[in-house]
């Protein structure tokens, strides 16, 4: 059969993309589609066709899988960031332990590794401190919303299930502002409006930081708005000007309308301040399962010299600080390294040092100059290690090396390397940082053979 754009096909869904998305097998073709769930047997209409693939959505559900379960509340946001939101959450779970298992085999060839059933959430909702919402115009009406996957389609919203409840009366706020001041979102294209995007910060006390993104440096009727926003537990605003023509929701430039400079957040028993640019963990309670799974692998003793690459603001690195005797933290962003510091002080850890720089540059020049630790946190980014750390590690051959990854296919490419390398991995750790999303985070021990 020759599949082509507009075909309906029928199928029954076999597994997720790594976005979410469901994979249908038609005639040795694979397709992904919007909308369905494993064990669904659907009609799906083809959309784009590619070299190797194709990307339709689900028109009819036939069978509904036995694990499409129906929900107890209605959701009204894009299920682009909670594709799996009907997928039993169990069953979740399960997924993304083999999804890690799989990425271990065919990507690192290990196939005896031990991994744990993933941590899950007692309740996976509204678990987002910092989300970025898009604000456009759908037929001269203002929508405020995330993207439907695979388009660049945002879906009105007035709740959503990721945010805590005071995120859902900010956007109300602004949408009403908006209409009620003729206050026009931001057109790309033609470079004219106001308003790109909203950014959320909450912390564990529901204050939040309101982040207003504009295409311009103008934000007329800001006095109206803050006093209608500082009625809510709005206790900072801050107006980023982003003028690029990009998917990036923020510009480089922040001004500060209203109140503190950075939130005040926590971690277990560790506090950080956040600028409105901090990069910061998302999920505050899986986080914590996350780090203390990170220390139970890690070990720690008074003697330890720990070297935290790829450190963020600091959050890891204090965790470790009063366990071992020294911190060496390392990170390319230079605003996260000063509030890494500021973190440290401010919770009176005096036993790390924070340097900026590449971690492929710094590693070596540090092994170079006999600053060696024992042990090692690698938590990098999506793309995973640079080849040159890795080379680094296999050289210095630290004892222990704990990798916190939030892409289990770099992690099972950069493991390969290392079990290459003298290493063998022990266990792994799944942790559902992102519940109803395809995303799974894991943290994994490695020793020295």
Request: charged share 30%.
């Amino acid at each position: 059969m020759d599949i082509r754009i507009g075909d309906k096909v029928i199928g029954e869904v076999i597994d997720f993309s790594h976005e979410g998305n469901g994979i249908l097998k038609v005639d040795n073709l694979t397709i992904f589609v919007n909308g369905g769930l494993i064990g669904d047997r659907v009609v799906a209409k083809v959309d784009k066709i590619k070299k190797n693939f194709a990307i339709g959505s689900v028109i009819d559900i036939l069978e509904p899988s036995k694990d499409r379960i129906k929900l107890d509340f209605e959701v009204k946001e894009a299920k682009g960031g909670i594709p799996l939101i009907q997928y039993r959450y169990s069953k979740q779970l399960e997924w993304k332990k083999d999804k890690v298992k799989k990425d271990l085999f065919k990507i690192g060839g290990l196939t005896h590794v031990v991994v744990k059933d993933t941590i899950g959430m007692e309740y996976p909702y509204r678990y987002r401190n910092h989300v970025q919402i898009p604000v456009g115009e759908k037929d001269g009406k203002t929508v405020i919303g995330f993207y439907e996957l695979n388009t660049n389609d945002i879906v009105d919203m007035d709740t959503s299930i990721l945010q805590p409840e005071i995120g859902d009366k900010i956007i109300n706020i602004i949408r009403t502002w908006m209409d009620k001041y003729q206050i026009k979102p931001y057109d790309k294209k033609t470079k004219k409006g106001i308003l790109r995007h909203i950014g959320i910060r909450t912390n564990r006390d529901n204050e939040a930081m309101v982040i207003l993104v504009t295409g311009s440096d103008k934000l007329p009727y800001v006095k109206e708005l803050i006093e209608e926003l500082t009625r809510e537990k709005v206790i900072s605003i801050y107006q980023n000007i982003n003028k690029a023509n990009s998917s990036r929701t923020y510009g480089r430039a922040y001004k500060k309308l209203y109140g503190v400079d950075k939130l005040l957040d926590n971690i277990g028993d560790y506090k950080f301040y956040l600028s409105p640019n901090s990069f910061f963990q998302v999920n505050r309670v899986q986080t914590e399962a996350l780090y203390s799974k990170a220390m139970e692998y890690l070990d720690l003793k008074m003697d330890d010299i720990v070297y935290d690459l790829y450190c963020g603001i600091g959050t890891i690195s204090l965790f470790v600080a009063p366990h071992v005797k020294k911190v060496y933290g390392v990170e390319i962003v230079n605003e996260a390294i000063e509030d890494a510091k500021y973190n440290a002080e401010l919770n009176n850890i005096d036993n790390v040092e924070f340097m900026v720089g590449k971690a492929e540059i710094l590693l070596p020049k540090l092994v170079k100059v006999g600053i060696e630790s024992n042990k090692v946190v690698l938590d990098p980014p999506r793309k995973g290690c640079e080849r040159e750390v890795l080379e680094t590690l296999a050289k210095m051959l630290p004892e222990r090396i704990v990798y916190v990854s939030c892409n289990p296919s770099t992690m099972a490419r950069d493991v390969k390397y290392l079990v290459e390398n003298g290493y063998k991995v022990v266990e792994v750790q799944p942790v559902d940082m992102f519940p109803h999303s395809a995303h799974v985070e894991c943290v994994v021990l490695i020793e020295k053979e």
